[in-house]
């Protein structure tokens, strides 16, 4: 038995005991346990404190609830996985020698619908079209660097990890639910540091992203995954309905299934693959615009009223703005102490897109801007017609940026009046900017509503708006373009295929897509299990 007792007063140094007992005014000694699962930092007062929630364990509960104080109750067994303390154990299982799942990708969904798999009993395949993320790394450092042209297969968005290897490595998800045990018990057995999973807006930074591969690849292997790179999956293989393997770029097929594609939103062949084997799918919303870059001690200002926040973190902020006469805007993927990186996988086009090491302590912060596009404003008339009008708008950016992947840039003061701009502050995107008008990248109605957006929000953090704050374009990955039709075994129109993870248009982020490929693994092994 335990309690859950939110808000409490977090101070780093102090023991998890003597916090909560000074919190519910008792003696120390009266508490046998107390574990803090979730932190933030609460910077709505002058001075910003940190609040913690504690999992707490005392032999007289019953007079602590009586007390009826905001927020203290019972814990619950569900409450381990909300705050991913339980590390779920999937039961082993036997399949039939015809189940031989193959995963396509090695993103957050198809490393954790593989590992999950594994762990089961299923012999496992698991298909990447990139190198490991030790490769991976020498292939985007070289490109940024100019050692090396832009490789289309090993890159920010492809190779061992996925998208979100060079991000900023958010791990918070709005989802709370028990999967969520079994996905940060995982991280932490990789290497992950508990105390970061406890956070409440939990970030690990491309650096610890990174180191966290290979243990996972070991472990897949350990499970008798075969673990397979440089393997473009070009085709799948339909038949009577079913899939039943997939195709390679050299012409080699590779036979079985359950087949998951997880192979994200940047994957355009990817997904007309699947369109073109009989998978349904419908065009959606998509989110476009810029990130915007200022120094992260003009941040600190607005936010802290100090530039000098001692061992408070670098600040944050999330900002909205919904207007009823012009579509929404609003930022997203903030990282503060990051900066702004090329995020591209197809030549001659630039997206860009933000990330941080664990320290956040670059001199710049970054968020994308982004304006919410309905299907209707982008003619969609097929499930890829986004893809094209994403493909366009970077198309336009490699040109108005010198095609040399520079990245088109403006100071937002200029973009608000629609006057070019013609030098702007140094800024941290590491192939070079060229000062410009955004409005020879962006359509018409994302530049409208942008500039009403950073109005608002120089409304809410003064400076915003101001002459330090500079947008480079463009953000156009933000969300999946097309939406598969999936029922709880897959793909509604093939059986065994299960498009999962972000280019399914299932997921937004790291933990959502491994939830999403969680689910699939989950529901292959209930239906194909034997027992
Ligand atoms: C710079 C950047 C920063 C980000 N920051 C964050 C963040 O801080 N927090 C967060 O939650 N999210 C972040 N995201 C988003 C997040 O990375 C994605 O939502 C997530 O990675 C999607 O997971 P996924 O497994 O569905 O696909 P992906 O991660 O895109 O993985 C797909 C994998 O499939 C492989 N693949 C593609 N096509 C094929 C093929 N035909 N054959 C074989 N393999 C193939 C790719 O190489 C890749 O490894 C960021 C994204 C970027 C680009």
Redesign the pocket.
């Given at each position: 038995m335990a309690l859950l007792v939110p808000n409490v007063t977090w101070e780093d140094h102090a023991e998890d005991v003597i916090l909560v007992a000074r919190h519910l005014g008792l003696d120390p000694a009266a508490i046998t346990g107390a574990r803090l699962v979730r932190r933030s930092l609460d910077a709505r007062q002058r001075r910003p404190r940190w609040v913690g929630v504690f999992r707490v364990e005392l032999p007289d509960e019953a007079s602590i609830l009586a007390r009826r104080l905001p927020g203290v109750r019972r814990w619950i067994p569900r409450d381990a996985g909300r705050y991913g303390l339980d590390a779920e154990v999937p039961p082993r299982r036997r399949f039939a020698p015809s189940v031989r799942p193959i995963v396509?990708?090695?993103?957050?969904?198809?490393l954790f619908a593989a590992l999950y798999l594994a762990e089961s009993g299923a012999p496992v395949r698991l298909?990447?079209?990139?190198g490991p993320v030790e490769e991976r790394i020498e292939a985007v450092n070289g490109f940024w660097r100019g050692r090396a042209p832009l490789d289309p297969e090993n890159n920010?968005?492809?190779?061992?990890?996925?998208?979100?290897t060079?991000?900023?490595?958010?791990?918070y998800t709005r989802r709370r639910d028990g999967e969520l045990g079994y996905i940060f018990q995982r991280l932490i057995s990789f290497g992950a540091d508990p105390a970061s999973i406890a956070e409440a807006w939990a970030?690990l930074g491309t650096d610890r992203i990174r180191a966290l591969l290979p243990p996972f690849r070991r472990r897949l292997q350990e499970l008798g995954v075969e673990v397979c790179y440089h393997?473009?999956?070009?085709d799948l293989r339909v038949e009577d309905g079913r899939c039943v393997g997939v195709e390679l770029a050299d012409g080699a097929v590779v036979e079985g299934g359950p087949v998951l594609v997880?192979?994200?939103?940047?994957?355009r062949?990817?997904i007309e693959m699947m369109v073109r084997a009989g998978a349904e799918a419908s065009p959606r919303g998509i989110a476009i615009g810029a990130r915007v870059e200022h120094p992260q001690a003009l941040i600190d200002r607005a936010r802290y009223g100090t530039e000098a926040r001692g061992e408070l973190p670098p600040a944050s902020y999330r900002l909205a703005f919904n207007p009823s006469s012009a579509p929404a805007a609003r930022t997203f993927?903030m990282c503060p102490g990051g900066v702004v990186?090329p995020?591209m996988n197809h030549p001659q086009r630039v997206v860009v897109?933000?990330?941080s090491f664990a320290a956040r302590r670059a001199f710049w912060s970054n968020s994308a801007v982004i304006v919410e596009i309905d299907p209707r404003t982008y003619g969609a008339d097929d499930p890829l017609a986004g893809f094209r009008w994403q493909d366009a708008i970077e198309r336009a950016a490699f040109v108005a940026g010198g095609e040399t992947y520079a990245a088109p840039a403006q100071r937002v003061a200029d973009f608000l009046v629609d006057r070019p701009s013609r030098e702007v502050p140094r800024t941290s995107y590491p192939l070079g900017i060229v000062p410009g008008d955004l409005r020879a990248v962006l359509p018409d109605p994302v530049v409208r509503s942008m500039q009403a957006a950073l109005l608002a929000f120089e409304g809410k953090l003064e400076g915003f708006a101001g002459a330090d704050g500079v947008l480079i374009a463009p953000e156009t990955?933000t969300t999946s373009p097309v939406r598969f039709h999936r029922d709880e075994r897959g793909c509604s129109t093939v059986a065994d295929l299960f498009p999962?993870?972000?280019?399914a248009g299932f997921?937004?982020?790291?933990?959502s897509?491994a939830l999403d490929?969680l689910s699939a693994a989950r529901a292959i092994c209930a239906e194909a299990g034997l027992d």
């Amino acid at each position: 038995m335990a309690l859950l007792v939110p808000n409490v007063t977090w101070e780093d140094h102090a023991e998890d005991v003597i916090l909560v007992a000074r919190h519910l005014g008792l003696d120390p000694a009266a508490i046998t346990g107390a574990r803090l699962v979730r932190r933030s930092l609460d910077a709505r007062q002058r001075r910003p404190r940190w609040v913690g929630v504690f999992r707490v364990e005392l032999p007289d509960e019953a007079s602590i609830l009586a007390r009826r104080l905001p927020g203290v109750r019972r814990w619950i067994p569900r409450d381990a996985g909300r705050y991913g303390l339980d590390a779920e154990v999937p039961p082993r299982r036997r399949f039939a020698p015809s189940v031989r799942p193959i995963v396509v990708g090695a993103g957050p969904a198809g490393l954790f619908a593989a590992l999950y798999l594994a762990e089961s009993g299923a012999p496992v395949r698991l298909l990447e079209r990139g190198g490991p993320v030790e490769e991976r790394i020498e292939a985007v450092n070289g490109f940024w660097r100019g050692r090396a042209p832009l490789d289309p297969e090993n890159n920010l968005v492809f190779g061992e990890g996925g998208a979100g290897t060079f991000s900023d490595g958010k791990i918070y998800t709005r989802r709370r639910d028990g999967e969520l045990g079994y996905i940060f018990q995982r991280l932490i057995s990789f290497g992950a540091d508990p105390a970061s999973i406890a956070e409440a807006w939990a970030h690990l930074g491309t650096d610890r992203i990174r180191a966290l591969l290979p243990p996972f690849r070991r472990r897949l292997q350990e499970l008798g995954v075969e673990v397979c790179y440089h393997q473009r999956v070009v085709d799948l293989r339909v038949e009577d309905g079913r899939c039943v393997g997939v195709e390679l770029a050299d012409g080699a097929v590779v036979e079985g299934g359950p087949v998951l594609v997880a192979t994200g939103h940047s994957a355009r062949d990817a997904i007309e693959m699947m369109v073109r084997a009989g998978a349904e799918a419908s065009p959606r919303g998509i989110a476009i615009g810029a990130r915007v870059e200022h120094p992260q001690a003009l941040i600190d200002r607005a936010r802290y009223g100090t530039e000098a926040r001692g061992e408070l973190p670098p600040a944050s902020y999330r900002l909205a703005f919904n207007p009823s006469s012009a579509p929404a805007a609003r930022t997203f993927c903030m990282c503060p102490g990051g900066v702004v990186v090329p995020a591209m996988n197809h030549p001659q086009r630039v997206v860009v897109n933000g990330m941080s090491f664990a320290a956040r302590r670059a001199f710049w912060s970054n968020s994308a801007v982004i304006v919410e596009i309905d299907p209707r404003t982008y003619g969609a008339d097929d499930p890829l017609a986004g893809f094209r009008w994403q493909d366009a708008i970077e198309r336009a950016a490699f040109v108005a940026g010198g095609e040399t992947y520079a990245a088109p840039a403006q100071r937002v003061a200029d973009f608000l009046v629609d006057r070019p701009s013609r030098e702007v502050p140094r800024t941290s995107y590491p192939l070079g900017i060229v000062p410009g008008d955004l409005r020879a990248v962006l359509p018409d109605p994302v530049v409208r509503s942008m500039q009403a957006a950073l109005l608002a929000f120089e409304g809410k953090l003064e400076g915003f708006a101001g002459a330090d704050g500079v947008l480079i374009a463009p953000e156009t990955r933000t969300t999946s373009p097309v939406r598969f039709h999936r029922d709880e075994r897959g793909c509604s129109t093939v059986a065994d295929l299960f498009p999962v993870g972000e280019g399914a248009g299932f997921a937004g982020g790291i933990v959502s897509s491994a939830l999403d490929g969680l689910s699939a693994a989950r529901a292959i092994c209930a239906e194909a299990g034997l027992d």
